[in-house]
């Protein structure tokens, strides 16, 4: 689903224009910004306290077998 946001400013200018033009796609919706009041972000670091991991499988512990042929002397 893709969603064609319109800033409120703008609602009585583009909506309809908006509606007409991806009538045919159903894939997209048209909806007005209807958000009020502040950012809730303003003001803190991007990122937060996320943590990185790496997630891949540990490598199995121990030491494993020569692989080198036997000399055939």
Excluded at 18 to 40: A, F, L, Q, S, W
């Amino acid at each position: 689903m893709i969603y064609c946001v319109i800033p409120r400013e703008l609602e009585d200018e583009l909506y309809e224009k908006m509606v007409e033009y991806y009538k045919d796609n159903p894939h997209v919706t048209v909806i007005v910004d209807r958000r009020e009041g502040e950012d809730r972000r303003h003001g803190r670091q991007k990122g937060g306290k996320r943590e990185i991991r790496d997630r891949r499988r540990a490598r199995a512990a121990g030491t494993f077998p020569s692989t080198d042929p036997p000399d055939n002397a």
